[in-house]
């Protein structure tokens, strides 16, 4: 098998990549490039990276707070060795070809030397220059030198030259008289710098639409109207009101709030003739966060059509409407009056019954779309690229990263309106296809990162330091995070104690550095929030300064405590001193546990011949890695085979049959056909699986793309007529021959999908019912097309292809779940029965054909699959991704990865993308040539073991062995720490590093502890 091996610079290509924008798409991408040995240089024009996500409160459809998850994203993207910052800046001109570029970067003083600034704020509270905070989106104000949110990456103000005093009218300087770290700089100028790169990634985003247009809803006008993003902001803890919604109008508590859905978007008259994408769950999420603060709040959605096309979207649907409360009404809001006394809002929309009714409300929630930037038609001239006609980068849905100029790539809502999900995605497919370029020149143009020796701490006494976080108002809303520290303070072995802003936030890491290395600490307890994201991040931190990473305890106060009791201050305190002497009494005992690497073996297994496999196969290929291509079926291609067209109008055939071309001329892609496997063995890098042809191959990454099969319905007569057919059949029919102009075809959507027990969308069905039905008007534009539906879920730039059909004709009617359209077939034909609610009577139309658009199911090998592979599946049977929003491409379990249809119904270019996402993170794995695995693993002590076997036949990894002398031992590499042996052992000879028994113990006594 052919490999290139990395660190070489071959052809000339430079060894690194210019990232245009640090929303999550960036950081995402640029992470990818970094670990796989590229220099990343990341661009921001604002003083921090995070881009969108920083404004956010929550995220949907989990819930989880968007700081949360993007705050270790920005420090690590800040802290990685191979990733250089460049805030406030912008490139002005790109010169050269791909594999070498030169970017010319106009670089805005700050003012300010971020080597010198602690990020302490002092100069902000001097400063006397009031401006509009436009991250606050104008809610609250902020001063001329400030920084962009609490939790900004890099922590270091900046002045803002438009609206300094000095800068301007050569007064003031009270900034620089207060700070004692001498940063503030008058005298920094702009300036310009050129950079080699091999390649350009544009993450740039894009901005919302501006609803003063709109003046029917007054936005601008009455207070009391917001936007959506304004509703992000009233509701986060580091908004402008502290995380309990206010209206602007008079501060009060909104009691009745109405979300007003495609503010922006659907509509070429007077906004944008595209569907957003994320309005529709953005506002299920702000109406169940709306709830969660107040649960007397009425929560109202008013909307056209709700398109949760997404993974298990339509069930956060249903939470709101089930479980939250909030109501839905189909209908469109014609107009928002005020009441220029109280502030309420007077909202008329037309009812069910089809009469004008006027409705009041505290509080409306303008759901605005997204649109291309003021400034992409000369972002598209810098770089060199096409754009649509609409402003979003031109790309093709065969090559959905790709831009019209070699070497530049794009990802993000640039691209085209998405959410975090589907951003990180193509965050990491464009890293996989920047690397798949410049994989030869890997390791060219970046340092090693040299760490200080660890301190030796075996002769010390426990010398801890407990630091309390405010998490802003998350924590020290509910917990009087001073006490907590002072209670800390009187524990055996705690040396220091105190509280922390954001402990996350770099001035908080700098600030425990710097204590660690001050007072001699040799442990470290932060009292915060959740391990899961933030525990990696700390132990980093002590790591800087010479203590092993597990001398380190994250005391979860938030999630565990502030959020769950913040109706009851004193409770929620007494609770967080527990958790945090709890976490103490652990820590005194913990010792340095060190990590073993292994070597990796360079290729990868994918189990899937679709067009996933065979993208990702030959996306790693050509990054220099060996593939195993194992397919069960004696052809490549998988659903593939059977599209003849998508709605953009690609032949997909001729796209197959190229691809597969490319894939079986490949030499470093070794091809199994009409195989599986039959047995699997190893871990993260080092892997062996056993072919059901009998031959063993070994890898370092396996990537599951298995896909998932057609809906065979027995609905709606099916059974019963040649002429009721699916879509996928009518694609064939309608290719040998055109309808007759006296057909009459109709279609039905959702046939066995959004019902329990298959209750999620199949994402596809709309757009292929457009794709046909626009296809049969094209060619005999008087045959009768007529589509039922629920919800038309022609989502993102898809609602063209909507219009479209509406134009030519085409009739569409609504029906819902409970009163669906009947369908007979006999000797007068086939008659298809609808309850019309517009013209409130019931409709019967003869029909010629009935097409039903089916969804789409988990392949029948998914529970085989995941229970060789010890992998997890959501409810419907789709595999279950490491994190739905951040890691959407790879698996809990190290070293296993996912895309395609294996994981959720989705379409041809987006299944492209997350092939290359998944080649993107396969590839910064096997780019490594020693993995370090987890510390925490079972560790065997022989001497005590009896041998007696449980632990042999409880592990679900093999890693206890029956040996040469007939006794147990231990393979720690295939450890994974979940200690079950540690659990089954009588003679406790499996104790879990970091876990061990006398930790615990302890952690349970100072819980029971009587005072
Ligand atoms: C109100 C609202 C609610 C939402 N809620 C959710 C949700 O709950 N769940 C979800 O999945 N999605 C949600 N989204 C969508 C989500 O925010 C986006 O999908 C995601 O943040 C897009 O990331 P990005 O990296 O493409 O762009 P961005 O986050 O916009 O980042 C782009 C960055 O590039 C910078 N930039 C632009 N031009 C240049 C230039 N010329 N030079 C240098 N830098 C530049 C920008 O300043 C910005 O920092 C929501 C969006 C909105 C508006």
């Not at 529709?280 to 007397?296: G, L, N, R, T």
Request: net charge negative; aromatic share 6%.
């Amino acid at each position: 098998m052919t490999r290139i091996t990395p660190g070489q610079e071959k052809k000339d290509r430079t060894g690194s990549v210019l990232v245009v924008g640090s929303g999550i798409g960036g950081m995402q991408a640029s992470l990818d490039l970094a670990d796989s040995g590229l220099l990343v240089h990341l661009i921001n024009d604002e003083p921090s990276i995070g881009g969108t996500m920083s404004r956010l409160d929550k995220t949907f459809p989990t819930g989880d707070c968007a700081m949360c998850m993007i705050s270790p994203r920005m420090v690590e993207s800040s802290r990685h060795a191979n990733i250089k910052l460049h805030t406030m800046a912008k490139v002005s001109k790109v010169e050269g070809e791909e594999g070498n570029f030169t970017a010319t970067i106009e670089q805005k003083a700050r003012y300010v030397d971020a080597d010198k600034c602690t990020g302490c704020g002092a100069c902000e509270e001097k400063c006397p220059s009031r401006v509009l905070d436009v991250f606050n989106q104008g809610l609250s104000n902020r001063r001329a030198i400030y920084a962009l949110f609490p939790q900004a990456v890099p922590n270091t103000r900046a002045i803002d030259s438009k609206y300094c005093l000095y800068l301007n009218k050569g007064v003031c300087r009270k900034c620089e008289k207060v700070c004692d770290a001498d940063a503030i700089n008058f005298e920094d100028k702009d300036e310009q710098i050129e950079l080699k790169v091999g390649s350009i990634i544009l993450t740039p985003g894009l901005k919302t639409y501006s609803p003063e247009i709109r003046q029917e809803f007054g936005y601008g006008r009455i207070k009391n109207v917001v936007t959506s993003l304004q509703f992000e902001r009233l509701l986060s803890a580091s908004g402008p009101c502290g995380g309990t919604v206010e209206r602007p109008f008079d501060g009060r508590h909104p009691k009745k709030i109405a979300w007003i859905q495609c503010v922006g978007s659907r509509n070429s008259h007077n906004s944008n003739p595209w569907c957003s994408s994320v309005c529709c769950m953005y506002a299920a999420k702000q109406s169940i966060i709306a709830k969660e603060h107040d649960p007397d709040v009425d929560a109202t959605v008013f909307y056209m059509e709700i398109r949760a096309f997404g993974k298990d979207f339509d069930k956060y649907i249903d939470k709101a409407k089930n479980d939250s409360g909030v109501v839905y009404k189909r209908a469109m809001v014609s107009e928002i009056v005020e009441d220029t006394e109280t502030g309420d809002l007077v909202i008329h929309y037309v009812g069910d019954d089809g009469k004008l009714v006027n409705d009041t409300y505290d509080l409306a929630v303008l759901s605005i779309g997204f649109e291309p930037r003021e400034d992409s038609s000369e972002f598209s001239e810098i770089f060199g690229i096409e754009t649509d006609e609409y402003g979003f980068a031109q790309t093709s849905k065969l090559r959905p990263i790709e831009t019209s100029r070699k070497g530049i790539y794009v990802a993000g809502t640039y691209q085209g309106p998405k959410d975090i999900p589907e951003t990180v995605i193509q965050g990491s497919g464009s890293a996989a296809v920047a690397m798949s370029l410049l994989g030869e020149s890997r390791g060219t143009q970046v340092e090693e990162v040299v760490l200080p020796p660890e301190k030796d701490i075996s002769e010390e006494e426990p010398k801890i330091g407990v630091f309390v976080c405010h998490c802003g108002v998350n924590i020290a809303g509910a917990v009087d995070v001073q006490k907590v520290a002072d209670i800390a303070s009187k524990e055996s072995g705690v040396t220091h104690s105190e509280t922390i802003i954001y402990a996350c936030a770099p001035d908080g890491q700098q600030k425990i550095r710097e204590l660690i290395q001050e007072k001699g600490l040799n442990r470290v307890v932060v009292a915060s929030c959740t391990p899961r994201t933030h525990s990696p991040l700390f132990q980093d931190t002590i790591r800087e300064v010479g203590l092993n990473r597990f001398l380190f305890e994250l005391a979860d106060i938030r999630e565990q405590c502030s959020w769950c009791h913040s109706d009851n201050h004193d409770k929620a305190t007494e609770k967080a001193i527990d958790i945090v002497n709890m976490n103490i009494a652990k820590t005194r005992l913990l010792d340095p546990v060190s990590s073993n690497s292994v070597g990796v073996t360079h290729s990868v297994l994918i189990l899937g011949g679709g067009v996933a496999g065979m993208t990702a196969a030959l996306s790693i290929a050509e990054q220099g890695y060996g593939v195993y291509l194992v397919e069960k079926d004696k052809e490549l291609g998988g659903l593939l085979r059977r599209v003849r067209r998508n709605i953009e109008g690609d032949d997909i055939q001729s796209f197959l049959t190229d691809t597969i071309d490319k894939v079986t001329s490949n030499p470093a892609i070794s091809l199994h056909l009409g195989t599986t496997v039959s047995d699997t063995d190893g871990f993260v890098g080092n892997f062996e699986t056993k072919l059901d042809n009998g031959q063993v191959v070994k890898h370092g990454a396996v990537l599951i793309a298995t896909g998932g099969i057609e809906y065979v319905p027995h609905q709606y007569q099916y059974e019963n007529s040649e002429k009721i057919v699916t879509q996928r059949d009518f694609e064939d029919i309608i290719s040998d021959k055109t309808p007759s102009p006296d057909d009459t075809i109709v279609m039905i959507q959702c046939v066995g999908s959004r019902e329990e027990p298959e209750n999620y969308c199949s994402r596809i069905c709309c757009q292929d019912a457009l794709k046909n039905a626009i296809a049969v008007k094209e060619r005999s534009p008087d045959t009768q097309v007529v589509i039922l539906y629920r919800d038309m879920r022609a989502y993102g730039l898809k609602e063209m292809f909507y219009k479209q059909a509406r134009d030519l004709g085409v009739l569409f009617f609504q029906f819902e779940p409970d009163n669906k359209p009947e369908v007979t077939s006999g000797e007068n034909g086939i008659k298809v029965k609808i309850d019309d609610k517009i013209l409130g009577k019931e409709i019967v139309i003869d029909a010629d054909y009935v097409v039903l658009s089916t969804g789409l199911r988990p392949h029948p090998d998914t529970e085989k699959v995941a229970k060789a592979y010890k992998l997890t599946c959501n409810l419907d049977g789709f595999f279950l991704e490491a994190h739905v929003k951040l890691r959407p491409v790879d698996f809990p379990s190290e070293g296993y990865f996912l895309a395609g249809l294996a994981h959720a119904p989705k379409n041809i270019d987006e299944t492209i993308s997350q092939s290359l996402a998944a080649a993107g993170r396969v590839g910064a794995l096997l780019s490594h040539e020693k993995l370090t695995v987890s510390g925490i693993i079972s560790k065997h002590n022989r001497d005590i073991c009896m041998s007696c076997l449980a632990c042999f036949r409880a592990c679900p990894f093999g890693s206890p062995y029956i040996d040469e002398e007939g006794r147990i031992s231990h393979n720690e590499i295939k450890c994974t720490g979940c200690g079950i042996c540690a659990g089954v052992c009588p003679a406790k000879a499996f104790q879990v590093n970091y876990f061990r028994d006398d930790q615990i113990t302890a952690m349970i006594d100072a819980a029971t502890e009587i005072d």
